[in-house]
């Protein structure tokens, strides 16, 4: 069993509850646990940690012994993003420093040393990526599938109809830093999900605030990271109520995500 079950989706919504989960990229690495205690009572759902490992990405943040330290002063839930090469090799540990979640990169995933989505299809499960799904699973985490802006929606599909699946996470910045400009264009493959998968999960990453948020929005995101803009404002509290507000208003609207 898991810790904590994932939103789900209540009558007269088309998606899962609205949730928010700020970046502790943005936080003062010297001050995590005031500054992940200060997000909570300000009205954070989650704490969303970025793994860097300066090869998938050319960045280097914080693996798990900076999750088991923040365990011990936390009870939220913390939905883990590897942004890193051979995602297999940091289940275990992360299951014992008492993740939550668990999101690897589908490029990622194909199988040792992989970091492109060439080898997968859109019409078969490849067997790495089902082996790790179920890998986090046995290890009592949530599994989460990220996707890069130019990886298609339609290849994480089959992990998700078979049920292997808890999250999708769309990229909406390259990955590797906070901070970078939200890119539209990506947000039309959380509307491909949404639309065939009503139920789903669905997460979007980077360049998330309240002048970008409709557009997530209206695609059909029900779980949003946000880093600077929440970090960085004079008001957090409002700044997360203002991204909820958004999908909470597109999950009962009645239109189809788009
Ligand atoms: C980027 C990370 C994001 C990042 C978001 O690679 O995955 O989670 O912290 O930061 P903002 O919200 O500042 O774009
Ligand atoms: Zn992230």
């Given at each position: ?42 009205g ?19 693996g ?25 090799q ?29 080898a ?26 990220a ?112």
């Amino acid at each position: 069993m898991t810790r904590v079950p994932m939103p789900k989706r209540s009558a007269g919504h088309d998606r899962p509850a609205a949730t928010i989960a700020p970046s502790i990229l943005s936080a003062d690495f010297a001050r995590l646990a005031e500054e992940c205690k200060r997000m909570v009572d300000l009205g954070a759902d989650w704490l969303h940690v970025d793994v860097m490992d300066g090869h998938f990405v050319p960045n280097l943040t914080i693996g798990a012994p900076v999750v088991a330290s923040l365990r011990k002063h936390t009870d939220a839930f913390l939905d883990c993003h590897l942004m890193v090469s051979n995602p297999e090799q940091w289940v275990k540990d992360f299951a014992k420093a008492g993740a939550d979640m668990y999101t690897f990169h589908l490029e990622a995933a194909a199988g040792p040393g992989a970091d492109d989505w060439h080898a997968l299809s859109p019409d078969a499960a490849h067997q790495a990526v089902v082996d790790l799904c179920r890998g986090i699973r046995a290890a009592h985490m949530h599994v989460g599938i990220a996707l890069k802006p130019s990886t298609p929606p339609e290849l994480v599909a089959p992990y998700v109809a078979e049920g292997l699946v808890d999250m999708v996470l769309v990229m909406t910045v390259e990955p590797g830093f906070g901070g970078q400009s939200f890119m539209p264009q990506a947000v039309a493959k959380a509307a491909f999900l949404r639309n065939k998968f009503p139920d789903l999960n669905i997460q979007v990453d980077g360049g998330l605030a309240p002048n970008t948020i409709d557009r997530a929005a209206e695609a059909g995101a029900n779980v949003i990271v946000a880093g600077s803009a929440v970090f960085g404002a004079a008001d957090p509290a409002a700044v997360m109520t203002t991204l909820k507000t958004s999908v909470s208003a597109a999950a009962s609207s009645g239109k189809p995500a788009h």
